[in-house]
């Protein structure tokens, strides 16, 4: 995408203003790592994204696993595996203060007449100090539309599945089977109402990739042709980025195992001990992330696309998919032009946009959090000024 002025726009957070003025109904979910990046100025910048879009944006809230990415940020490695979430923790922490406790609510005057803009015996200091923060004063931005943006994870480990519970309102989900999706369903579900939350209030959208075309032969062909161009080598690097394990220092016809390490945990543990009656071998591993990665993939007609995605709804109890693509951006055109209508034939999707933010469009309720949830919590217990 360009600028009027035919610059290059790469960062995703200065993509994310342009193309809300554009739209009306497209909402953004922006993915930061909270590594490498202090909460203060963080909050800020997202704030300010929620105030641009009228409310329509999210958050996927990582930690990273790459040791490289670390040693670039001038750290010796990456944080332990389990040191990760306990920073994370700490960090939205600090974010929930600052969005949701430090500016009450109807602060904002804009008294034009009176030149007052808001109360400051109103607008609070966060006096936050921690074990990895101290952020003493007030946020720097005025409540926007959501307060929080709305908030998405993607821990699948059993640390992560802890984490999210306290935080995430979405989460994504992948797995090659329909077993070992529905444990990773119940496990987001059990770990939420652990943290006293409903545990069906969070959406749970799983990875899923389409290939369609009018008629059976038709996608049989794109799919044979898309598997004259992938690279099992190419899958194996992947798969070895995700994991932390050096996949060419075995045979193709070896089991894949379980290795506990500071990578990402969870894609190994999908294609071991999720499903224990399951053996995959590293030759069938990479054949499988070769297209659709950790998800399953659809083949097929618009009408057995469709049963697909029912089966597997009502197999494992998710609220939706997170469509990936083999090309981009063909892939999501043929979604459009070919699944979208059969679905929306069996009312399956929607056939208008709903109005409001992006919490009020996927929740149907109000744009703040709940008090159920450690944000609005937070902003039950405004602080007294410092």
Known sequence: MR???????????????L??????????GVTCAVSYEHPYPFARRMSTLDHLTGGRIAWNSVTGYVDSAARN????????HDDRYDYADEYLDVCYKLWESSWEPGVVLRDKAGGVFTDPARVHAIAHQGKEFRVPGIHLCEPSPQRTPVLYQAGATARGKNFAGRHAECVFISAPTQKVLRQGVQGSRDAARLEGRDPFAIKIFAMFTVIVDETEAGAQRKLDEYRRHVS??????LLSGWTGVDMSGYAPDDAIRYIENDAGRSALESFTRADPDRVWTVREVAQWVCIGGRGPVAVGTPAQVADAMEDWVKQTRIDGFNLTYVVAHDTFCDIADLVVPELQRRGRYKKAYAEGTLRE????QGPLLDQRHPAGRAREHLLSPA
């Open 232 to 237: 099992v080598e190419g899958a194996l690097t």
């Open 361 to 364: 469009k996927l929740f149907g």
């Open 73 to 80: 940020r001038g750290l010796e490695r990456q944080m332990a």
């Open 19 to 28: 193309m809300s003025q554009a739209t009306r109904h497209l909402c953004f």
């Open 3 to 17: 600028t009027g002025s035919q610059v290059p726009v790469n960062d995703p957070l200065l993509l994310v203003p």
